[in-house]
């Protein structure tokens, strides 16, 4: 069975930057389109990037577009999210999410409804 762990998660100032790792086990992730999700305290799960099985196809919430940018490493089986210039309001736990359906090699989305595999999750915190 598929597994993935985040890392990278911490505290970091206003501006900053921070690279989150989406670490897989038990399966090739070049089979499964990824999806990484963020949930602040008391609000409710929001899809901020995904890339499909054959990179052909990304999506990054309009919150986001220009800061951040999602990566895969099929060697390493990581999937990576680089962070820069981080603003308070991204602050949230971050999960990264796994999809092996039929039309992961080319398409992913933002809805949590399409993945099956969930990390346990990294909290970023931007705070000065």
């Known amino acids: 069975q598929l597994q993935l762990v985040e890392s990278g998660g911490g505290l970091v100032q206003p501006g900053g930057s921070l690279r989150l790792s989406c670490a897989a086990s038990?399966?090739?992730?070049?089979?499964?389109?990824i999806g990484w999700f963020r949930q602040a305290p008391g609000k409710e799960p929001e899809g901020v990037s995904c890339?499909?099985?054959?990179?052909?196809?990304?999506y990054y919430v309009d919150s986001v577009k220009g800061r951040f940018t999602i990566s895969r490493d099929n060697a390493k089986n990581t999937v990576y999210l680089h962070m820069n210039s981080l603003k308070p309001e991204d602050t949230a736990v971050y999960y990264c999410?796994?999809?092996?359906?039929?039309?992961?090699?080319?398409?992913?989305?933002?809805?949590?409804?399409?993945?099956?595999?969930w990390g346990q999750g990294t909290q970023v915190t931007v705070s000065s």
């Open positions: 038990g399966f090739p992730l070049d089979y499964y389109a």
């Open positions: 999410a796994a999809d092996g359906g039929g039309d992961a090699y080319y398409y992913c989305s933002g809805y949590v409804d399409q993945y099956d595999y």
């Open positions: 890339i499909s099985s054959n990179n052909g196809t990304t």
